[in-house]
């Protein structure tokens, strides 16, 4: 799953962050549900809602899908 790295750095930064899933998913406009479904990799996100996860998050792009931690 190519995609794998990216719902991992999403928890990890939401979690950091003390964040819940419904409050990223509200200040990034998304539902909780399609915002849990980024973050279990059952859903593979666009580019624009990509962005608007790191906007919450306050991270830039390449924090979110950056494999190199693993």
Known sequence: ????CMEINLRKL?????????EVARVSGM??????KI????MIPFLIPICRLCCALDVEIGEMVNCKEQ
């Open 1 to 4: 799953m190519k995609h794998a």
């Open 14 to 22: 939401r979690v950091k962050n003390d964040l819940k899933i419904r």
């Open 39 to 42: 973050e279990s990799g059952s």
């Open 31 to 36: 539902s909780t549900r399609t915002m849990s």
